[in-house]
């Protein structure tokens, strides 16, 4: 994985632990920066869906 790009959002620039992601051939990554060994792969189509919910209040009430 050392060979991605990590990026952070930048309202997190000042942040110890945030997000990160990083473009691959096969769709998008996601780590935690306190552990970047821990790594999740989606799709942009479906971190699409997953933010526009996020961002809609859909998931404040998630069990």
Do not use: Y
């Not at 990590?6 to 935690?32: H, I």
């Not at 699409?48 to 998630?62: P, S, Y």
């Amino acid at each position: 994985m050392s060979q991605l790009n990590w990026r952070k959002p930048t309202f997190s620039e000042n942040q110890a632990n945030c997000v990160e992601f990083a473009a691959a051939s096969d769709g998008v990554r996601l780590r935690e920066s306190d552990e970047p060994d821990t790594v999740i792969r989606t799709t942009p189509a479906a971190l699409g869906v997953f933010i526009r919910a996020v961002k809609a209040g859909r998931l404040d009430h998630a069990v």
